[in-house]
T-cell receptor, first 109, second 115 residues
């Protein structure tokens, strides 16, 4: 299973943008980059995913490096409800999700 | 359909007892996954189904663990002779069978405490 590397924790001030980095240097050409987040005592929640091009949805934006060896999840205006653990996952053709330890985001009021 | 449903939400059992958890996926989803999560760790893959067929099992799924999805709809995860190390959150997820270009939807999980 392909691996990702994320910082253990990050902080952001409320209403400011947040850039959550992820390195995946061993990514293969068919791996999709997925982001999920998990609030305390809840199951993971889908955020966004992409293959090569940058992606936007109502929750976030995903910026994918040209060589695809890294990506960045962008929350445009952090709110207190965005405090969670964010997981960057490479989804392979086998379709399972292999989670790492993620980045714990703290939002400061 | 309001999403993936898991029952019970919490279970406390004595060591050595058997427990069974249920997962009801989103109705049109063919794929169903089970994960286990311990405190401070990300979810660990246990097994997944395509309809009623169990296609992959992790090494983490010891002989005491068994999962079924008899009619391709709901699934059960049974743990026999529970041990304290089985204490964890057990998560279920479902998705369409469209390969890696689709998201999975997770339930709220069943928290198991073995005393």
């Amino acid at each position: 299973d392909a691996k990702t590397t994320q910082p253990n924790s990050m902080e952001s001030n409320e209403e400011e943008p947040v850039h959550l980095p992820c390195n995946h240097s061993t990514i293969s050409g068919t791996d999709y980059i997925h982001w999920y987040r998990q609030l305390p005592s809840q199951g993971p929640e889908y955020v966004i995913h992409g293959l090569t091009s940058n992606v936007n949805n109502r929750m976030a934006s995903l910026a994918i490096a040209e060589d695809r060896k890294s990506s960045t999840l962008i929350l445009h205006r952090a709110t207190l409800r965005d405090a969670a653990v964010y997981y960057c996952i490479l989804r392979e053709t086998g379709n399972q999700f292999y989670f790492g330890t993620g980045t714990s985001l703290t939002v400061i009021p | 359909d309001t999403g993936v449903s898991q029952d019970p939400r919490h279970k406390i059992t004595k060591r050595g007892q058997n427990v069974t958890f249920r997962c009801d996926p989103i109705s049109e989803h063919n794929r169903l996954y089970w994960y286990r999560q311990t405190l401070g760790q990300g979810p660990e893959f246990l097994t997944y189904f395509q309809n009623e067929a169990q296609l992959e099992k992790s090494r983490l799924l010891s002989d005491r663990f068994s999962a079924e999805r008899p009619k391709g709809s709901f699934s059960t995860l049974e743990i026999q002779r529970t041990e304290q190390g089985d204490s964890a959150m057990y998560l279920c997820a479902s998705s369409w069978p469209r390969g890696p270009n689709t998201e999975a939807f997770f339930g709220q999980g069943t928290r198991l405490t073995v005393v």
